[in-house]
Each structure stands twice: as structure tokens, then as C-alpha cells.
């Protein structure tokens, strides 16, 4: 009976020895198996809400100066890059028409006034008066409209980009630029440039005429220049999602020209984002698509998301995890979707 008991309680201790061992074998191979990894969770941040758009540089203003009709050019009076002020004369057409109107509008002058002083003592019907009168008035209309197509005048301050003729040529207004429109001289303002950029339609709300812009140049590595929306269009594109705006740039330097590429940014004011360590962050191989690791219950989980900007070492989060969410910052360059991890703290 003695042996029996004794036999039975060596039994059951080496049973119970046996479960114990099995147990630290088991948790000693979960423990190979399973990736040591650093994690981080996941809180919004307060921003400086930001948008960055590549443009190139236009004239603020820019006109191809013509005269209404075609015709003999007497003189042009600028050179490609001459600086020119607003109603300088550029050039002027034969005059012989000019002439002719001028003699014509002094003998209807004459003759009007003349009539006028004898209205005046009723010596002549209202009828004959209303007639001379009439002419008199179109004669100045016809002169004016010559002396204006005569004397071609910079309708703004700028810079002749274009030359087009030589004195003495004819002008037969045949369209002859690359715009595809018939000049005698092109005049572009650039004391003040403009930029058109196209804005994502989810932005629509927050822009508005007035919104400071920030402007850099490549070729000016340690400048910047201020601008500022002066027109938002309307509408927006259904192809490409976005609208249009135009920035106005202040260039009393001239450094900045047309055709220049350069950086616009424009301050959205502040907010709120959700920010992770850009470290974290891991690409799908062969598309441009991003996603990170989570931690759930010491399992690595695999979750897509969509990015922002970039800020110096975090990246901006759009879509995909929310505050509160553990995410694996160390060691996830290793793991795979459902991978088990040990956290380190």
C-alpha cells in the first residue's frame, strides 16, 4: 500500500514536471517567433497649415499694340527691352490720312461756329444747324480715331518684348506673333508678375482674394518675394478636381522675369494633424501607395494610408489611423501582415 502511494505521488510530480517544461518550451519558441519592435502612440498635432504649388512666372499685363487698320509705319521710336511709360508714343502711322481729317474737322470748325453766331440772331432754320452741327461732330470722331491709330501710345508702364516691323514697312494686319495676333510692338508689365496655379477643390472654402502668398525662386536661392490672390476663378475643373487662382507678385527689382519657374506658398493658418515619424513609413513595392504597422494586442497589423507634407522628421497623415492607434516605429521594415511582436519598451 506504502509503495503504491509512493509511486502514484512520483508519478503525478513527474507528470506535473513534464506540462511545466512543455509550457516554457512553448513560450520560448512564440518567443523566437515573435519580432521585437518599438512603437508610439499616435496623437494630433498643432499645425501650420501650408500649400505649395509649382508655377511658372507671366506678365501681369501684356499687349500686342496695332492700329485698327492697315497702313504705312512712318517711325518706330523703341528697341526690344527699352523701358516705356504709360502713354509714351511707340510709333506713328503715315499721316497723309491724318492730315486730310484735320484739314477737313478746321473747315467744319470754322464753318459750325459761324452758324452758331447766326442761330443765335435766328437768321438760319434749326434744321441747317442740327445738319453742320452733325458733321462737325463726326469730323472730330474721325479725327481722333486717325490721331489714335496714327500715334501708337504705351497704354501702361513696361518693357518692349517684341518688335515686329521697321520704319518705312507696311502693316497689313495679318496676324504675325507667336500669340497669333498682328502687332507692330508687344509691351509687357514685370514690375508686377502673376502666376496661375490650380488648387485642389477641397481647398475652395479656405481661399480667398487678399490670401498672402510666399514666393521662391531656384535661381534665387536666398530670396523670397510677396504676393497675394487677386482672382479666383469661378469654377472647377471636373477632369482635374481643382480651381484656379492668380497670385499677384510684387517685382520692383525686376529680378523675377516671365517664364520663370518658381515655388508658390500660400498660409492656410493653423490646425490640427495627425503627424507620425516619417521613419515609420514604408513604401509598396512598385506603386507610389504607403502604409505602416500597428500594434494590436502584440500583433503587427498592416494598414494603408494616405500622406501629406512632409515635416522636418514626421509626415503628415491624411487617411488611415486615428489618434490613439500604437504604431510600430522600430523593427517594421521586417515584418509581414499578422506578424506576433514583443514590444520593447
Excluded: W
Amino acid at each position: 500500500m506504502t509503495l503504491t502511494l509512493v509511486a502514484g505521488i512520483l508519478t503525478f510530480g513527474t507528470s506535473c514536471n513534464s506540462k511545466n517544461d512543455k509550457n516554457k518550451d512553448e513560450k520560448a519558441i512564440n518567443a523566437k517567433q515573435s519580432f521585437p519592435v518599438k512603437t508610439m502612440i499616435v496623437q494630433q498635432e498643432s499645425i501650420s497649415r501650408t500649400i505649395e504649388y509649382t508655377t511658372s512666372l507671366i506678365p501681369f499685363e501684356e499687349v500686342y499694340l496695332a492700329p485698327s487698320t492697315p497702313g504705312k509705319i512712318e517711325n518706330i521710336y523703341v528697341e526690344i527691352g527699352d523701358h516705356v511709360s504709360q502713354g509714351q508714343i511707340i510709333a506713328t502711322m503715315d499721316r497723309t490720312n491724318l492730315e486730310q481729317a484735320r484739314i477737313n474737322l478746321l473747315n467744319l470748325e470754322t464753318n459750325f461756329r459761324r452758324l452758331d453766331t447766326l442761330k443765335k440772331t435766328n437768321t438760319i432754320s434749326e434744321q441747317k444747324y442740327d445738319e453742320m452741327k452733325t458733321a462737325y461732330n463726326a469730323a472730330k470722331v474721325s479725327f481722333q480715331h486717325l490721331l489714335d491709330n496714327t500715334q501708337l501710345k504705351a497704354p501702361f508702364s513696361g518693357v518692349i518684348s517684341g518688335k515686329y516691323f521697321e520704319d518705312g514697312e507696311n502693316f497689313s494686319g495679318t496676324p504675325n506673333t507667336q500669340a497669333g495676333k498682328s502687332a507692330i510692338i508687344s509691351i509687357v508689365q514685370i514690375n508686377q508678375l502673376k502666376a496661375p496655379i490650380g488648387i485642389s477643390a477641397s481647398y475652395f472654402p479656405q481661399i480667398t482674394e487678399g490670401m498672402k502668398a510666399n514666393i521662391t525662386s531656384e535661381i534665387y536661392p536666398d530670396l523670397s518675394f510677396d504676393g497675394e490672390i487677386f482672382r479666383i476663378y469661378p469654377t472647377i475643373d471636373n477632369a482635374t478636381k481643382t480651381f484656379t487662382v492668380e497670385v499677384k507678385i510684387k517685382n520692383d527689382n525686376l529680378k523675377l522675369r516671365p517664364g520663370m519657374f518658381s515655388k508658390i506658398k500660400l498660409d492656410l493658418g493653423k490646425g490640427i494633424a495627425i503627424l507620425v515619424p516619417t521613419i515609420a513609413l514604408i513604401k509598396q513595392t512598385g506603386t507610389n501607395d504607403m502604409y505602416v504597422f500597428l500594434n494590436e494586442n502584440n500583433i503587427a497589423v498592416k494598414q494603408p494610408i494616405k500622406t501629406g507634407r512632409i515635416i522636418d522628421d514626421k509626415t503628415e497623415v491624411l487617411e488611415g489611423i486615428k489618434e490613439g492607434a500604437e504604431i510600430i516605429i522600430i523593427g517594421q521594415n521586417k515584418l509581414e501582415n499578422k506578424t506576433p511582436i514583443i514590444v520593447e519598451k
